[in-house]
């Protein structure tokens, strides 16, 4: 594949059985020629990624914000491959109920929030590793399409990226055969471990040589979407998973597929990073302000309450902002409280106005805090470059 005179390729292209091309990518990290555009990007992301550290260190309690900011994340990482879950159909299932017709994606969604979930409490026994990356693509496959596609293990065969359908003649994009993975994802491990690159830079190398070396059958979209918050983490940029990409790439879509495949045909890493760090700046930026309402919410509602004896209903109301479907029946287990304890809670937040029932059932009524949903599911500023870029 070709690539600009006088720099290292990206990689090498070998003949597979049946005459079809695979391309073998380079070890990472490849040399970066530091233009203006790539400057300018990496201090924006900088200057945004720190001020999110900032209010995730203010923040007491941070999980407030890393629940429903996760499962945003799966609902659309899930999307861009194909799955149509909505965050609403996932809040409510969690919550034991349904707000419209079932979904047969919906379990590949619950998968994603658990393997992420799984993924990083690991890296407090476990460095960010090939081991790792197969123990969460196991939780993310298990008993959902693609399950029968060994997960958690690396693959044995020839995979290809293309139109639905397509042959392997067909494909716009086929990586490293077989035989030539574990060299690729041996190289990959060691440069996981590597800390000589500003940290935003590090992940966006590893995000893009995750896609090249497509090491699993299925899932390796999700994988390495994951691999970003587990990077973040484990880098200490940030103090939680407080910063999700999926909205960003599944805006842009089309840019996003096209930027990682000019990795590969051209060795076009810098226009690459230049768009993954937009991203940052622009989802970091996103975060700050879905965390400044949510918190202002929870102020709002605290002085709704601000009477009520009990100290039941603020416990509740942060179940609300952790999810914003509840049942009564579900609070009490949550909580271990009696029905009647949470009875009463969610009688005194009804009548405050912060929850109201969902449908016309009687039985197991699921309420919800129409406000936080809002407040994760309304769009922000567009991902779109602006017209004089």
Same mark, same amino acid.
């Given at each position: 594949?070709?690539?600009?005179?006088?720099?290292?390729?990206?990689?090498?292209?070998?003949?597979?059985?049946?005459?079809?091309?695979?391309?073998?990518?380079?070890?990472?990290?490849?040399?970066?020629?530091?233009?203006?555009?790539?400057?300018?990007?990496?201090?924006?992301?900088?200057?945004?990624?720190?001020?999110?550290?900032?209010?995730?260190?203010?923040?007491?309690?941070?999980?407030?914000?890393?629940?429903?900011?996760?499962?945003?994340?799966?609902?659309?990482?899930?999307?861009?491959?194909?799955?149509?879950?909505?965050?609403?159909?996932?809040?409510?299932?969690?919550?034991?109920?349904?707000?419209?017709?079932?979904?047969?994606?919906?379990?590949?969604?619950?998968?994603?929030?658990?393997?992420?979930?799984?993924?990083?409490?690991?890296?407090?026994?476990?460095?960010?590793?090939?081991?790792?990356?197969?123990?969460?693509?196991?939780?993310?496959?298990?008993?959902?399409?693609?399950?029968?596609?060994?997960?958690?293990?690396?693959?044995?065969?020839?995979?290809?990226?293309?139109?639905?359908?397509?042959?392997?003649?067909?494909?716009?994009?086929?990586?490293?055969?077989?035989?030539?993975?574990?060299?690729?994802?041996?190289?990959?491990?060691?440069?996981?471990?590597?800390?000589?690159?500003?940290?935003?830079?590090?992940?966006?190398?590893?995000?893009?040589?995750?896609?090249?070396?497509?090491?699993?059958?299925?899932?390796?979209?999700?994988?390495?979407?994951?691999?970003?918050?587990?990077?973040?983490?484990?880098?200490?940029?940030?103090?939680?998973?407080?910063?999700?990409?999926?909205?960003?790439?599944?805006?842009?879509?089309? $840019?996003?597929?096209?930027?990682? %495949? #000019?990795?590969? &045909?051209? !060795?076009?890493? /810098?226009?690459? =990073?230049?768009? *993954?760090?937009?991203?940052?700046?622009?989802?970091?930026?996103?975060?700050?302000?879905?965390?400044?309402?949510?918190?202002?919410?929870? $102020?709002?509602?605290?002085?709704? %309450? #601000?009477?009520? &004896?009990? !100290?039941?209903? /603020?416990?509740? =109301?942060?179940? *609300?902002?952790?999810?914003?479907?509840?049942?009564?029946?579900?609070?009490?287990?949550?909580?271990?409280?009696?029905?009647?304890?949470?009875?009463?809670?969610?009688?005194? %937040?009804?009548?405050?106005?912060?929850?109201?029932?969902?449908?016309?059932?009687?039985?197991?009524?699921?309420?919800?805090?129409?406000?936080?949903?809002?407040?994760?599911?309304?769009?922000?500023?567009?991902?779109?470059?602006?017209?004089?870029?």
């Amino acid at each position: 594949m070709a690539s600009d005179p006088g720099r290292r390729p990206p990689g090498h292209d070998v003949q597979g059985p049946g005459g079809y091309t695979a391309f073998v990518p380079a070890p990472l990290a490849p040399p970066i020629a530091w233009d203006a555009e790539l400057v300018v990007a990496l201090s924006g992301a900088d200057r945004a990624i720190g001020r999110l550290a900032g209010e995730g260190w203010r923040c007491p309690n941070p999980h407030l914000f890393i629940s429903p900011f996760l499962r945003r994340e799966a609902v659309l990482s899930s999307r861009i491959e194909g799955t149509r879950t909505t965050l609403e159909e996932l809040l409510a299932a969690e919550a034991g109920a349904a707000v419209g017709p079932a979904s047969g994606d919906l379990e590949e969604v619950v998968n994603y929030v658990e393997a992420l979930e799984y993924g990083l409490g690991r890296l407090d026994t476990l460095p960010l590793s090939l081991r790792l990356i197969r123990e969460v693509h196991e939780r993310l496959m298990r008993g959902v399409r693609g399950d029968t596609a060994t997960p958690g293990e690396f693959r044995c065969s020839q995979n290809w990226i293309g139109p639905a359908g397509c042959s392997l003649s067909e494909a716009s994009y086929v990586p490293p055969p077989a035989c030539e993975l574990m060299a690729c994802l041996d190289a990959l491990e060691r440069f996981l471990h590597d800390d000589t690159l500003p940290p935003l830079i590090h992940v966006g190398l590893t995000h893009a040589q995750f896609e090249a070396i497509h090491p699993f059958l299925d899932g390796n979209g999700r994988v390495r979407r994951l691999l970003i918050s587990l990077l973040l983490v484990q880098r200490d940029v940030l103090p939680a998973p407080l910063l999700y990409l999926s909205a960003y790439f599944e805006e842009t879509r089309e $840019e996003y597929y096209a930027r990682l %495949l #000019a990795v590969t &045909q051209e !060795g076009a890493w /810098e226009k690459w =990073l230049s768009y *993954f760090l937009r991203g940052v700046r622009l989802q970091a930026d996103d975060a700050i302000v879905r965390m400044a309402e949510i918190d202002g919410l929870f $102020e709002d509602w605290r002085k709704h %309450l #601000a009477g009520v &004896q009990s !100290g039941r209903p /603020e416990r509740v =109301l942060r179940l *609300f902002v952790e999810n914003p479907y509840w049942t009564v029946g579900g609070i009490a287990d949550e909580l271990s409280v009696a029905y009647t304890t949470a009875r009463r809670a969610i009688d005194r %937040l009804e009548a405050a106005g912060i929850v109201s029932p969902v449908g016309e059932a009687r039985r197991n009524r699921v309420y919800c805090a129409r406000q936080m949903l809002e407040v994760l599911v309304a769009p922000r500023a567009s991902g779109r470059p602006a017209s004089h870029s």
